[in-house]
């Protein structure tokens, strides 16, 4: 059977809210700049009709992506300002903060929330219906978006240039055969190949060792976060209530902390993140959620609820140090996958979000230019490092080496790391 091909300006691998906001920006710029040209309010010549492709390797946009997030709008707010017109799905504005220490028994309320765990004024969104919505504008401007189709395999030229993507092969039996509905992947070709996988990406792993790009860089350290959302029976949890929690059930040699957001119609997003660089062998972040839900003041919240959603996904939590390089021949690299998270904040849907739109404004240089070399992309770091994106990373580097000692080094290392920027 023969592969099936297409050629298409710019593709996006993983339709989450990085490269979702990276086409989208990028359909904006060409469509600006060609009417600009067209009323003659800018001299050169159009750039015609981009082909934007998106794959997302779920079975819809938004199907792979854990909901119950707080979210920093202010990189949402650069993308659009009028967001909340648009009809953003925001389930609720914080209004609440509180931050909690649980040792086995007690749940002691601190008197002060610690600043990076300040969230007033940001929004509690449903990560996956705001990149549903975000997979939505972007159809509107004309990107095409493919669900379904997983990106298994990069493309690349003689010279190790990227040229492309292929998708993976459908109908392959557990075996690895082939099945009667057997068809084989499509072969993606583009100018510009832009990685937005989230974190441990398995083409962006393939692609930094083929091409070095964590070479001179720390090594990228892992959390895993584990989320439920669960119906309570009544109104105990109050709406656009943020709580953070630290101590039990992690020792305090282990990196972990939890969180209970207040959602509407009595939902609320409850989770636990562990440290994968934890030292007993034994430990299972799976069961550190389990014994973080049976802790009395936990339980009781959860008493008579129903568990209505759940699933698990690491992060990439090493933060400045261990970005890798961000560019290469025909290729850039977005979001979690190439470490733009907060992990002090456990926020990374703003950088996401900035990040690929920084990502469109390199492509759309590279457009004009007719030059996708690395040369060319390599522009995509300067202008992260020109952004807001470098000093919010910058002045949290430190923060989960800072814990290699135990909690109580880490909080003070944290608290140190706040003063000092
Ligand atoms: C438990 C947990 C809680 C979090 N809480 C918050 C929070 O409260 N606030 C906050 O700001 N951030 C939070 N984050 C971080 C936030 O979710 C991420 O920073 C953000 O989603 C990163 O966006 P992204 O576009 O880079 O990647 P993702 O959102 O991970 O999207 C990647 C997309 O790419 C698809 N994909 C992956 N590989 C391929 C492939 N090869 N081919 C095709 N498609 C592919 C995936 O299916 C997915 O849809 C949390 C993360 C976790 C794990």
Redesign the pocket.
């Known amino acids: 059977m023969e592969r099936e091909s297409l050629e298409m300006d710019v593709v996006f691998?993983?339709?989450?809210?990085?490269?979702?906001s990276g086409a989208l920006h990028l359909a904006r710029l060409v469509r600006e700049y060609n009417e600009a040209i067209a009323n003659g309010t800018r001299a050169g010549e159009s750039l015609g009709e981009i082909e934007i492709g998106v794959?997302?390797?779920?079975a819809s946009?938004?199907?792979?992506?854990?909901s119950?997030?707080?979210?920093?709008p202010r990189a949402l707010a650069e993308l659009m300002p009028d967001y909340a017109e648009q009809g953003a799905p925001i389930e609720t504005p914080v209004l609440e903060d509180e931050f909690l220490y649980l040792t086995k028994k007690r749940a002691i309320k601190s008197p002060i929330t610690p600043p990076p765990l300040k969230n007033h004024g940001y929004h509690i969104v449903s990560?996956n219906r705001l990149?549903a919505w975000l997979g939505e504008k972007c159809e509107e401007a004309g990107v095409n978006i493919f669900p379904e189709?997983?990106?298994?395999e990069m493309l690349y030229d003689r010279d190790d240039r990227v040229i492309g993507?292929r998708?993976g092969d459908k109908g392959i039996d557990r075996e690895g055969r082939q099945k009667a509905n057997y068809e084989p992947g499509v072969d993606l070709f583009a100018k510009v190949t832009v990685?937005?996988?989230?974190?441990r990406?398995?083409?962006t792993k393939q692609l930094s060792q083929r091409l070095n790009l964590n070479d001179g860089r720390e090594p990228q350290v892992y959390s895993?976060?584990?989320?439920e959302l669960w119906e309570l029976p009544d109104d105990r949890f109050a709406l656009g209530r943020v709580t953070h929690t630290l101590g039990y059930p992690s020792d305090t040699k282990t990196y972990g902390g939890g969180?209970i957001?207040g959602m509407p119609n009595r939902v609320i997003s409850i989770?636990y993140?562990t440290g994968l660089d934890y030292g007993d062998p034994l430990l299972d972040p799976h069961a550190e959620f389990q014994r973080f839900k049976m802790h009395p003041f936990i339980a009781r919240l959860l008493n008579g609820g129903k568990m209505i959603r759940y699933?698990?996904?690491?992060?990439a939590a090493g933060g400045l140090h261990a970005m890798p390089q961000l560019y290469a021949d025909g290729v850039l690299l977005?979001?979690?996958?190439?470490g733009?998270?907060n992990s002090q904040?456990?926020?990374?849907?703003?950088?996401?979000i900035k990040?690929?739109m920084l990502a469109a404004e390199t492509i759309f240089a590279a457009l004009l230019a007719g030059d996708y070399s690395a040369g060319q992309l390599s522009r995509y770091e300067r202008l992260v490092s020109e952004s807001w994106i470098t000093p919010e990373l910058r002045s949290v580097r430190n923060f989960h080496a800072g814990f290699k000692g135990g909690r109580w080094l880490g909080m003070a290392n944290a608290g140190l790391q706040f003063l000092t920027g």
């Open positions: 691998v993983g339709a989450g809210p990085a490269n979702l794959i997302e390797k779920g946009v938004g199907a792979h992506i854990l119950g997030a707080v979210m920093d990560q990149t189709f997983p990106g298994a993507v998708t990685l937005g996988e989230g974190a990406g398995s083409l895993l976060g584990v989320k969180w957001y989770g993140v699933g698990a996904k690491t992060i977005t979001g979690d996958c190439a733009f998270l904040r456990l926020k990374g849907i703003h950088t996401a990040s690929g």
